[in-house]
Nanobody
Framework: QVQLVESGGGLVQAGGSLRLSCVASGLPFSIYSIAWFRQTPGKEREFVAA????????DYADSVKGRFTISRDNGKNTVYLQMSSLRPEDTAVYHC?????????????????WGQGTQVTVSS
């Protein structure tokens, strides 16, 4: 049974930082690509960042480039999302997602497994 568990969310002031973690179990983590998406009420899930298995390739949404960094530790079955210079518009529930493909995947429907999410709130 595949499980993805996010943590690290919280309330932070604009300009601050947070690091989100996504711990995976039930799958061969080192050969799965992992992505972060975010969602606010009434809106579709928005791609944030992804790291392909092997850890050599990462993709970012334009809105977070230069502020967020995705990384992975295969020994811990964990992917991290370091978020800096946070803005109120970054407020959302952040979900991690996993898929076996090594292709560049930026759409939520391309990912098979999802976590429940962690809330990030950025105050102005």
């Amino acid at each position: 049974q595949v499980q993805l568990v996010e943590s690290g969310g919280g309330l932070v002031q604009a300009g601050g930082s947070l690091r989100l973690s996504c711990v995976a179990s039930g799958l061969p983590f080192s050969i799965y690509s992992i992505a972060w998406f975010r969602q606010t009420p009434g809106k579709e899930r928005e791609f944030v960042a992804a790291i392909r298995w092997g850890g050599r390739s990462a993709d970012y949404a334009d809105s977070v480039k230069g502020r967020f960094t995705i990384s992975r530790d295969n020994g811990k079955n964990t992917v991290y999302l370091q978020m800096s210079s946070l803005r109120p518009e970054d407020t959302a529930v952040y979900h991690c997602a996993a898929d076996r493909s090594i292709a560049r995947q930026l759409q939520s429907y391309e990912y098979n497994y999802w976590g429940q999410g962690t809330q990030v709130t950025v105050s102005s």
